[in-house]
């Protein structure tokens, strides 16, 4: 498992950008899938976007794939989740966390999570 420490919530209004950032530990950051996940107040967690251990291929919720890019640093141990134009139902917790599992989109599958950081979109 790895430890994972996300950064870079906030609130913005609708219409803006924000970048989160998830720093993790450990030597074999590489060899993670990496994903990002958000909960909404009285909603389920729900998967937003996962990124393959090489950086080679990106996989996003269809709410999300045309706003929201997944990006990673394998020689600085972060993943990045770059949002543009943030509406209000994006509004959440959102979380980083860690699976040896490629493609998945599944929390179950997912070992190691941040604490979660908080994004509030104003109308």
């Known amino acids: 498992q790895v430890q994972l420490v996300e950064s870079g919530g906030g609130l913005v209004q609708a219409g803006a950008s924000l970048t989160l950032s998830c720093v993790a530990s450990?030597?074999?950051?590489?060899?993670?899938?990496m994903g990002w996940f958000r909960q909404a107040p009285g909603k389920e967690r729900e998967f937003v976007a996962g990124?393959?251990?090489?950086?080679?291929?990106?996989y996003l919720a269809d709410s999300v794939k045309d706003r929201f890019t997944i990006s990673r640093d394998n020689a600085k141990n972060t993943v990045s989740l770059q949002m543009n134009t943030l509406k209000p139902e994006d509004t959440a917790v959102y979380y980083c966390?860690?699976?040896?599992?490629?493609?998945?989109?599944?929390?179950?599958?997912?070992?190691?999570w941040g604490q979660g950081t908080q994004v509030t979109v104003s109308s």
């Open positions: 990124i393959r251990g090489s950086g080679s291929f990106t």
């Open positions: 450990g030597r074999t950051f590489s060899t993670y899938t």
């Open positions: 966390a860690a699976t040896t599992l490629f493609g998945s989109r599944s929390e179950k599958d997912f070992g190691s």
